[in-house]
């Protein structure tokens, strides 16, 4: 009983549980509304996710990941200034991006409401503002590594609008307008249960200083170009398939095996969260070889698990699909012509890669390499764009599509050890070995050591 309540309190079993329940919400949110709403509808409801996703990576890419960082050896008034600039720059960046939206939606209205991002550009500028101070909430507690409070802000943002959803599948039949309505007044509901809590740091916002900015926006102008170039290697696919002739329709299909890409990363994402302010820690005050320890085995766990769950995905790919979206899409869509079981079990191949180039990408970042992080992140960007208009406007195919995102993938990996390497020293054999460890130890510590 002792060692459950451990694992149970444990930072990795909080931050994987706090996205399983995320996950799961936004898993069934999604599925109620492909199977509540026509193929092009649903696509424009991807499309106005798609844009508010790439916005947010440039608008929280600024500060978050440097404030993680610099927060993990802070003392009390460092601490203070640095929330308070982290409060400051987030809203210069909204009112710098809700300004162009506006502009932009305001006289190229026409063309922008004949396209797929008409919802974007119509309610984004108003949500962005709306959301700001519970996602600043998050990166605070993430660097405090309040992962249960993390859980309460998520299932609360998370959990009304499912139940939004719910309410529109099964008794009202809400229009894609009022859908985008009630998502922004929770998203204004959840940021005043943060303010009100104190954990967002809007209050802080005076105590910024020029010196803390400065540090911020140093390390940001490289982790915002990586944070946006990893949003880019999500949503590229997305975006050049809807200005492609294939347009809503194939946006929509699409949309589902990356969703199950998603479903994939849970483990990835919460172990991500809590190896972070670790490696970042330990390269702070100098502990190289902590930061090897922490980075070995954390990306050999998550391959092994990422082996098993590759295989079940591919496996259970029909499953997956008419689970999360109808029977519907079990078959070659008429119009479009792709299936998207097939997709599905090209991305099962993708997901063996994801661990070891995610922490590539952490490792650069903890040891105050943003930079080359950045250059990593973008090379892989360009290789997945070309990849992409040789699959859509060549060969019309959106198989090969999901092929690129292999191919970028490996390329990630390999300039994400070889620049890692001349950091810290690193052995590919020490990965899958100190993945190994990992779960002995773990299976130890369940069992009492009945198996040491």
Request: charged share 15%; net charge positive; aromatic share 14%.
């Given at each position: 009983?002792?060692?459950l309540?451990?694992?149970v309190?444990e930072?990795?079993?909080l931050?994987?549980t706090?996205?399983?329940?995320?996950?799961?919400?936004?898993?069934?949110?999604?599925a109620?509304?492909?199977?509540?709403?026509?193929?092009?509808?649903?696509?424009?409801?991807?499309l106005?996710i798609?844009?508010?996703?790439?916005v947010?990576m440039?608008?929280f890419?600024?500060?978050n990941?440097?404030?993680?960082?610099?927060?993990s050896?802070?003392?009390?008034?460092s601490?203070t200034?640095?929330?308070?600039?982290?409060?400051?720059?987030?809203l210069?960046?909204t009112?710098?991006?809700a300004?162009i939206?506006v502009f932009?939606?305001?006289?190229?209205?026409?063309?922008?409401?004949?396209s797929?991002?008409?919802?974007f550009f119509?309610?984004?500028p108003l949500?962005a503002f709306?959301n700001?101070?519970?996602n600043?909430?998050l990166v605070v507690?993430?660097a405090d590594?309040?992962?249960?409070?993390?859980?309460i802000?998520?299932?609360?943002?998370?959990?009304?609008f499912f139940?939004?959803?719910v309410?529109?599948?099964?008794?009202?039949?809400?229009q894609l307008?009022e859908l985008v309505i009630?998502?922004?007044?929770i998203n204004?509901f959840?940021?005043?249960i943060?303010?009100?809590?104190?954990?967002?740091g809007t209050?802080?916002?005076?105590?910024?200083?020029r010196?803390t900015?400065?540090?911020?926006?140093?390390?940001?102008?490289?982790?915002t170009?990586?944070?946006?170039g990893t949003?880019?290697?999500?949503?590229?696919?997305?975006?050049i398939?809807?200005?492609s002739?294939?347009g809503?329709?194939?946006?929509?299909?699409?949309s589902i095996p990356?969703?199950?890409t998603?479903l994939?990363?849970?483990?990835?994402?919460s172990?991500?969260?809590?190896?972070?302010p670790?490696?970042?820690?330990a390269?702070v005050q100098?502990?190289v070889?902590e930061v090897?320890?922490?980075?070995?085995?954390?990306?050999?766990?998550l391959?092994?698990?990422?082996v098993?769950m590759?295989?079940?995905t591919?496996?259970f790919?029909?499953?997956?699909v008419?689970?999360?979206?109808?029977e519907q899409?079990?078959v070659?869509?008429?119009v479009?012509?792709?299936?998207v079981?097939?997709?599905v079990?090209v991305f099962?191949?993708?997901g063996l890669?994801?661990?070891?180039?995610?922490?590539?990408g952490?490792?650069?970042?903890?040891v105050n390499?943003?930079?080359?992080?950045?250059v990593?992140v973008?090379?892989?960007?360009a290789?997945?764009?070309?990849?992409?208009?040789i699959?859509?406007?060549?060969?019309k195919?959106?198989i090969l599509v999901?092929?690129?995102?292999?191919?970028?993938t490996l390329i990630?990996i390999?300039?994400g050890?070889?620049?890692l390497?001349k950091?810290?020293?690193l052995?590919?054999?020490?990965i899958?070995?100190s993945?190994?460890?990992?779960?002995?130890?773990?299976?130890?510590?369940v069992?009492n050591n009945?198996?040491?």
């Amino acid at each position: 009983m002792k060692m459950l309540k451990k694992i149970v309190k444990e930072d990795n079993f909080l931050s994987l549980t706090g996205n399983l329940v995320i996950a799961f919400l936004g898993i069934s949110g999604f599925a109620l509304l492909a199977r509540s709403l026509s193929l092009d509808v649903f696509g424009e409801w991807v499309l106005f996710i798609t844009g508010g996703s790439f916005v947010e990576m440039f608008r929280f890419g600024i500060t978050n990941t440097g404030l993680i960082r610099f927060l993990s050896g802070a003392d009390d008034q460092s601490r203070t200034k640095l929330i308070g600039s982290n409060a400051l720059i987030g809203l210069g960046a909204t009112i710098l991006i809700a300004v162009i939206l506006v502009f932009c939606y305001t006289f190229f209205n026409e063309a922008i409401s004949n396209s797929g991002y008409n919802l974007f550009f119509k309610w984004y500028p108003l949500l962005a503002f709306l959301n700001l101070p519970w996602n600043n909430a998050l990166v605070v507690l993430q660097a405090d590594r309040k992962y249960d409070k993390i859980l309460i802000i998520k299932s609360i943002n998370s959990g009304l609008f499912f139940l939004v959803i719910v309410v529109n599948f099964f008794f009202i039949e809400l229009q894609l307008n009022e859908l985008v309505i009630a998502l922004v007044i929770i998203n204004a509901f959840t940021s005043l249960i943060t303010i009100v809590l104190g954990w967002d740091g809007t209050k802080l916002i005076t105590k910024a200083t020029r010196e803390t900015n400065k540090i911020l926006l140093d390390f940001g102008k490289y982790t915002t170009f990586t944070l946006i170039g990893t949003n880019l290697l999500r949503s590229a696919d997305t975006l050049i398939i809807s200005l492609s002739p294939m347009g809503n329709a194939a946006v929509a299909l699409y949309s589902i095996p990356l969703k199950l890409t998603e479903l994939q990363q849970i483990p990835l994402r919460s172990f991500v969260a809590t190896a972070f302010p670790k490696m970042s820690k330990a390269s702070v005050q100098g502990k190289v070889q902590e930061v090897k320890d922490l980075f070995y085995t954390y990306s050999g766990a998550l391959t092994y698990l990422f082996v098993l769950m590759s295989l079940f995905t591919f496996v259970f790919a029909e499953f997956l699909v008419l689970i999360l979206s109808g029977e519907q899409y079990l078959v070659v869509d008429p119009v479009t012509g792709f299936n998207v079981v097939d997709i599905v079990r090209v991305f099962s191949l993708y997901g063996l890669l994801l661990p070891i180039d995610r922490m590539t990408g952490i490792g650069l970042d903890s040891v105050n390499k943003p930079n080359i992080n950045a250059v990593k992140v973008f090379v892989m960007v360009a290789a997945n764009v070309i990849g992409d208009f040789i699959a859509i406007f060549i060969f019309k195919s959106l198989i090969l599509v999901a092929v690129a995102s292999i191919a970028f993938t490996l390329i990630g990996i390999w300039m994400g050890m070889y620049f890692l390497n001349k950091e810290l020293t690193l052995s590919y054999k020490e990965i899958f070995s100190s993945g190994i460890t990992f779960y002995k130890n773990l299976l130890n510590k369940v069992t009492n050591n009945r198996f040491a």
